[in-house]
């Protein structure tokens, strides 16, 4: 596999890893804390999260590929594995911040 196939590869894993992450923490979250029950049922909801997922596109690719090239040493299954943890940190952190703009 060349380098450039891996870094495309890392990068969908981290964005595959993003989108997950997203939409898990924004069908999560209403039932963690019960006060934003009324946000998400509101005619915008799936507005704002589909705005927030082409948001957080780039940090998902970025955490990605960041992600893919820490561990050289360990092989292809651990870089694979950094790259879905990086591209999920970058979306939590972004991604949160998305939300709150949003009025999630």
Sequence with gaps: MTKASGTILSALVGWIAAVVTLLGWSFLWPQIVPLTERASALPGHWKILLVVLVFITPFGLTGGIIGGRLPYEG????????AALGGAAATLVFGSCAFWYGGW
């Design 75 to 82: 092989g292809r299954r651990e870089q694979l594995l950094y």
